[in-house]
């Protein structure tokens, strides 16, 4: 039985407020692998290689094809009891955001409303110079076709709509993490190593505006420190014992 605190129950349970920062970790328990874990991606892949905007324009087709390939992983997987519970707690609680660093859909599959997106969508992609929407069919493997897709439009490249190194996330969305994460009461953040800024500024400023802060994380990350409680366990473990008990505390004749 995953322990859960008492205090951190009670904070949720009195929340008006609840907003999540969730990240690669929170997808790690579908089969997706995180970055910087010790079988990350980043330690198999170089992001210098294949996530920014230069490495695209260098070899488009090396560059889409590893998005297929991550595409193909990604469709495979199903949203796991972390993400499930993360839905039941948005319909318990007042006011609730899920700000997310992945670009996997999976909050989105598992029925949670309210997804802020900060790096974008790895479903969706779109041609380089008209903006047209494009699909990069994952079915193609990379070797099969040594062209990079193009788009019917235009002709130019078409490229995942995710937010690489070195390049701007999208204005709204920031923008309105930063204010639900100034607004929050409870602030959780789950399977982040919080090492990327600017997403992983928002735990601190929620905690500079009065937040409870939380971290769900096997390891220690870089606000576990600064977090009131830290639940050293897997999100799909800890979540549902978390959200559990926080239901049992709001409707105790449901319980
Ligand atoms: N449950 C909760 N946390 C987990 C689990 C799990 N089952 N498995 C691993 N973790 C934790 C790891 O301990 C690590 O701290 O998830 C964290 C994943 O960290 P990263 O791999 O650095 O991923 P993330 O924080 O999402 O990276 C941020 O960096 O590469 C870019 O754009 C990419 O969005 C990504 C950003």
Known sequence: MTSVSAKLVDALAAAETVVVLTGAGASAESGIATFRD???????FSPEELA???????NPTLVQGWYRYRQV????AAPNAGHRALTRLEQLVPRFACITQNVDNLHQEAGTERVIELH?????????????PHT????????DDPEPVRCDECGGLIRPDVVWFGERLPPDAIAS???WARDADVFLCV????????????????????????DVNPDTSAVSGKAQVHLQA????ALPALVEAVAARINPEAA
């Open 136 to 143: 990069l069919d994952a079915s193609v493997a990379a070797d």
């Open 234 to 237: 897997p999100a799909g473990e």
């Open 177 to 179: 993490a930063n204010a």
């Open 38 to 44: 010790p079988d990350g991606l980043w330690e198999q």
């Open 120 to 132: 974008g969508n790895i479903i969706r992609s779109y041609c380089i110079d008209c903006g047209e």
């Open 73 to 76: 992983a990604i469709e495979e």
């Open 52 to 58: 920014n905007v230069e490495a695209f324009l260098d």
């Open 191 to 214: 399977g982040t190593s919080a090492v990327v800024f600017p997403a992983a500024d928002l735990p601190l400023e929620a905690l500079d505006h009065g937040a409870y802060l939380a």
